[in-house]
C-alpha cells in the first residue's frame, strides 16, 4: 500500500469541521500580537483540494480548511489538518513516505523510490504515473523548515530532556551520489531532520509540526 493520507482521514476531518470541532486551542499564540490562541475566532472555510492514492491510482479528494483570525490584530490562520501539508495538494503521508524512502536508503535513486511493490502509483485520466522528479521535488520545499525544525526541537527537549533526537540528528550522513552540489546536500540533510523531528513531535505532541507550528513561523 503507497503512502497516503485515506479517504476516510479526510471524510472525518470534514466531519469535524461540520460539527465545529475544530478548535484553535492547541495552536501557539499570534505572532503578531501574542493573543492567545483561544481567543481565535473562526473566520472563513476554504475548500482544498488533495491527492490522495487509492489501489494505486492518485484521486482527488475535497475538504474544508477553517482560517481562524486574531481579535487583536485581524491576521488570519489556516488551520491544517495533520495529514496537509501547507501549499501541496499531495498528503503528508505521502510526501513523506516517498521523500523518505529516497532518503534512508543509500542505494535508491528517484525512479525506484517512487516504486511501490514493483509498481508506480498512476493518474486515472491518462496513462501517467507518479514522476521520479515530484519526489526531487517535494525534498527541496522540506527542506526549508529550518525555523519550524528548531522551534519544535526546543520544544521536544523541554518537554523531554533526556530524548534521543539529538542523537539521531547527529547519525544523519547523506551518500554523495545523492547530490551534486552543497546547496542539494544541505538541501537533503534538512529534510532529513525534518522527518526526525517530526517522527518525535508525533510521538510526544501527537500531532504534526506543521499543524502545530503554522501560525507561528507561517511557512515563509
Ligand atoms: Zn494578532
Redesign the pocket.
Known sequence: MPPTATLEDIKAYQHKVEKDKITPHNLPP?P??R?DSSFFKTHAYRERRFLIIIEMLVQAAYCSLVRFK?P??G?TFTNYPDFAIPHKHYTQPSIMGFSASYLNCEHITYRQAVMVGGSVPGYPQNDATLAPSTIHRWITPLGRFTQTCRTALMLLLQQNPLSSICRSLARITIPQRKYKTKRRKKQLICCQQLMIVEAFFQATFKTSIFTKLAIRHAFG
Open positions: 499570534c503578531r500580537c493573543v486574531c487583536g490584530c491576521k
